[in-house]
């Protein structure tokens, strides 16, 4: 008799959403400028979903999160704080080449000319 009292306990998704909870492990990103190309979060990784292109400071990451199963390994073993854990779980995709995400380097801005 409570149960058909209280409200439901479901969303009705999408027109309601659900906050996302502390420390969640959703899809991780990498701020790619701080990497230095080790290759540890490559071969941690159980699914093989980070591709490494690349060698040391101007490696890039490719990261499919078709593959990536939320563990949160390469967060922890990245020496440099690279890849951290968004809240993104609202994932769908119509095409597998969606879900892979290539992280570039930003180009180093030129220095301004002093000279008048
Ligand atoms: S969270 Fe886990 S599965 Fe996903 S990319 Fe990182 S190590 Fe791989
Ligand atoms: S573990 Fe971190 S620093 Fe090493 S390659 Fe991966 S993102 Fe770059």
């Keep these: 008799m409570r149960n058909l009292l209280e409200k ?3 969303l ?3 027109y309601e959403r659900m906050e996302p909870v502390e420390r969640m492990r959703a899809k991780v ?3 790619i400028d701080k990497c230095i190309g080790c290759s540890l979060c490559v071969k941690v990784c159980p699914s093989a979903a980070i591709k490494l292109i690349g060698r040391g400071r101007k490696a890039e990451i490719e990261y499919n999160v078709g593959r990536c199963i ?3 390994e390469c967060v922890e073993i990245c ?3 690279t890849i951290f854990t968004t809240k993104e779980y609202e994932l769908t995709f119509t095409r597998t080449r969606q879900m892979v995400t290539r992280f570039r380097r930003t180009k180093k801005k030129r ?3 002093s000279k008048k």
């Design 29 to 31: 990103s990498w701020q």
């Design 70 to 72: 939320f563990c949160g």
């Design 12 to 14: 009705r998704f999408p």
């Design 79 to 81: 020496p440099t704080q």
């Design 8 to 10: 439901p306990s479901t």
């Design 111 to 113: 220095k301004a000319s």
